[in-house]
Nanobody, 123 residues
Framework: QVQLVESGGGLVQPGGSLRLSCAASGSIFRIAAMAWYRQAPETQREWVAGITIDERGDSTNYADSVKGRFTISRDMAKNTVYLQMDSLKPEDTAVYYC??????????????WGQGTQVTVSS
């Protein structure tokens, strides 16, 4: 089994920065992809950023709403994904969830979700 633990959320003023982290632990053969989602009050969960990992290297993608402000990265040795959030706006306020896809030796994929961490951008 795999457990994801998120941290780094909090209250920040508009224009400020936060760095979220999501550490995966447990029985992991291979991580194929990592991503961040968010869910604001009274809205559906939306995809924010993702990173795919394979023999060719890493590839990152971002939602248009955060492109140029957020950066997703990973630490392979720690099985951890980060989301650096700069120039934060009130509309970034949401609960942020990490998502990890693992692959078994037989290449069967499994999906895991973090518990969520609150990010509040307000003056």
């Amino acid at each position: 089994q795999v457990q994801l633990v998120e941290s780094g959320g909090g209250l920040v003023q508009p224009g400020g920065s936060l760095r979220l982290s999501c550490a995966a632990s447990g029985s992991i053969f291979r991580i194929a992809a990592m991503a961040w989602y968010r869910q604001a009050p009274e809205t559906q969960r939306e995809w924010v950023a993702g990173i795919t990992i394979d023999e060719r290297g890493d590839s990152t993608n971002y939602a248009d709403s955060v492109k140029g402000r957020f950066t997703i990265s990973r630490d392979m040795a720690k099985n951890t994904v980060y989301l650096q959030m700069d120039s934060l706006k009130p509309e970034d306020t949401a609960v942020y969830y990490c998502h990890v896809q693992t692959t078994t030796p037989s290449y069967q994929g499994y999906d895991y979700w973090g518990q969520g961490t609150q990010v509040t951008v307000s003056s």
